[in-house]
């Protein structure tokens, strides 16, 4: 093929001693556009520049600068390409080729963004592609440029100005799309992108399944890679708005597609997909298993290019053995001695890619031993910690329900004497009294332990529902203040309008423990505060007092089973040091985190965050 183009340049340049052959100069430019390896792109950026340097026109310079910057791009030496792409634009701007300056503009804010990475920007240079592309006239550019705009935008986070661009492009392809001259899936996936940003599945999944829909009845070469992007996109849509048998359904059929099309890199993508849904749905087995089909495509995939690279380091040197022997102007004494400092040094980087490559797999293999090993003694480990784990919460289990036995006759024996109060002496009475708050405390404390060894936030399955958080610890509320009035204790709520996705049962049980606990270490008179706020994907909830505060050293074993911290119940109100451990439980059955910040003598904030 190269010497095809070589010949081509050679006619061309015969016939320059008129006028420069336009069409003929385009053909090969854009067919050296499109060679795979980088180091034929410069050889034909330099015949250009050299066959055409007598009789010279603007054209052939644009071109000849454009080919070394697109060298340079793929050699990844970015600041001398930035260097030839701009005098390309701005040979076409003092020229005044419009077409040829957003072609420029275009290899830029390619460069910008994708090897770059500075969106900012590129997104100035592709509205300046706008702006020429409505001088031209070309619908076609203009879509494309709306399209790339779009997407910046939405790499930036500007949403809302990704989606006026986004709409432009729409507004202008969609006739051209009902003729067949125009294919507008750039501009649907770009605009489903921006909704799922933004947390608006349902909206990015209609906008994906435009695309779903096109592509099935579609006879295009790439139907279905087309269809991988679009069920993959439907997937991860649908999993995060918790339509997990949707999400399922299409997350199974990108593997299908990818598994069909032989492509690894899809097969490892669609697995990270699968593995994020089964994570939602709490299935976390499947999940693992999922993560390590993914990660053990990706190493394949890692070795793969490791390989790659070799032989294309082979491919190179026979490339340019094969382009030493058309260079007409060398010498032979100089292309031998190039030849052979070129053999020589590929040899070198051989070896010395096979030493290291050698190294490397003896390091793996030792790592992959000891790994294996340090496994096993984990898994033999955890056996052995789940069988003692189950011994004790068999033995607390049978104490427990042996206790609420005697417990329970106390009761029933207490209660008769109530009835015969008014034959006993006031001692007897107060003593009877006493006998009843010691056999509740009791049971209460025989409940405590069931709740946090037995893991009853655990064996009930969650039931979410949509909840107004006001209303809902207002209710909380009501049902403390006889607790708080007995004290004096002024309590307060302060919350905005804010709904949660949770279950009542359990967030009620968590902030029942912590007001309860807010009350009883509040002295006489002083307030307690229930907060509720929120952020872009969380609620917080903050109970504060004004209380005993905890010690800064007792802080960290705040939430542990069984822990009792210095501080006293301000009333002599009884505390069995569980009632946080199920705090935490519950919080973390949630999908959320506690926290505690407390000063001694001013009192402590409770911070439990949620998210949405």
């Known amino acids: 093929m190269k010497s095809l183009l070589f010949i081509c340049l050679l006619l061309i340049g015969t016939s320059l001693s008129a006028q420069v052959d336009t069409g003929a100069l385009r053909r090969v430019y854009y067919r050296a556009m499109h060679l795979t390896m980088t180091d034929s792109v410069k050889y034909y950026a330099d015949s ?26 793929n050699k990844g030496d970015f600041t001398r390409a930035l260097e030839f792409y701009y005098r390309a634009l701005d040979s076409a701007r003092k020229h005044r080729f419009i077409e040829l300056q957003t072609e420029m503009l275009t290899d830029l804010a390619a460069v910008y963004t994708q090897d770059m990475k500075q969106p900012r920007k590129a997104k100035d240079i592709y509205q300046e592609c706008v702006r020429l592309n ?27 100005s990704a989606l006026f661009f986004l709409e432009e492009g729409l507004r202008i392809g969609k006739p051209l799309e009902a003729k067949g001259q125009e294919n507008l899936s750039e501009i649907y996936n770009n605009i489903g992108n921006c909704f799922y940003y933004q947390k608006k599945f349902k909206a990015s999944i209609d906008w994906f399944r435009i695309n779903y ?71 976390y087995k499947k999940a693992f298993d999922y993560q390590t ?103 607390i289990s049978i104490v427990s329900h042996d ?86 204790i002024g309590l307060h709520l302060d919350c905005p309008a804010i709904s949660l996705l949770s279950d009542p049962h359990l967030l009620g049980r968590m902030l029942e423990n912590l007001l309860s606990n807010a009350i009883k270490y509040t002295p006489t008179g002083k307030k307690v505060w229930i907060s509720i706020g929120e952020e872009k994907d969380t609620v917080s909830i903050k109970v504060r007092d004004e209380g005993v505060g905890i010690l800064p050293e007792e802080l960290p074993h705040l939430f542990s089973k069984y822990n009792k911290i210095s501080s006293q119940p301000t009333a002599g109100e009884p505390s069995t040091g569980l009632g946080l451990a199920i705090v935490k439980r519950i919080c973390e059955e949630l999908n959320g985190q506690i926290s505690c910040e407390s000063a001694l003598g001013k009192g402590s904030v409770f911070t439990v965050i949620l998210k949405k």
Not at 134 to 139: R, V
Request: neutral net charge; charged residues 25%.
């Open 48 to 73: 250009i520049d050299r066959l055409y340097a007598t009789g010279r026109d603007a054209t052939t310079g644009i071109m000849s600068l454009r080919l070394y910057g697109w060298y340079y791009e």
């Open 134 to 160: 409505q001088l031209l006239g070309d619908s076609h550019s203009l879509i494309a440029s709306y399209s790339n705009l779009g997407a910046i935008y939405n790499r930036l986070g500007l949403y809302d």
């Open 213 to 283: 829909q096109k592509d099935q009845v579609s006879h295009l070469p790439s139907r279905l890679a087309d269809l991988w992007v679009d069920v993959l996109n439907m997937a991860d849509s649908y999993s995060e708005e918790g339509a997990y048998d949707s999400a399922a359904k299409y997350g199974d059929l990108s593997l299908r597609l990818a598994i069909q099309q032989d492509s690894r890199s899809k097969e490892s993508d669609s697995y990270q997909v699968l593995s994020n849904l089964a994570r939602h749905r709490g299935d």
């Open 293 to 395: 089909k993914w990660y053990s495509l990706d190493t394949a995939l890692v070795n793969r290019e490791t390989y790659k690279s070799i032989a294309e380091l082979e491919q190179k040197y026979e490339a340019r053995k094969r382009e030493n022997e058309n260079l007409i102007l060398e010498s032979e004494i100089t292309r031998q001695r190039f030849h052979n400092r070129i053999v020589t040094t590929m040899a070198i980087s051989l070896l010395l890619i096979a030493v290291v490559t050698a190294v490397l797999f003896i390091f793996k293999r030792r790592a992959n031993r000891q790994l294996s090993a340090t496994n096993e003694l984990i898994v033999r480990q955890n056996d052995r910690l789940s069988e003692l784990n189950f011994e004790k919460n068999s033995l």
């Open 403 to 488: 206790l609420s036995t005697p417990f329970a006759s106390i009761g029933i024996y207490n209660q008769l004497l109530q009835n015969e109060k008014d034959n006993l002496t006031p001692a007897q009475k107060k003593a009877l009294d006493r006998i009843g708050q010691a056999t509740r405390y009791g049971e209460n404390l025989i409940r405590h332990i069931l709740d946090v060894e037995k893991a009853q936030t655990n064996q009930q399955k969650v039931k979410f529902e949509n909840l107004d958080l006001c209303g809902f610890a207002g209710s909380i509320i009501d049902e403390f203040n006889p607790v708080a009035a007995k004290k004096e």
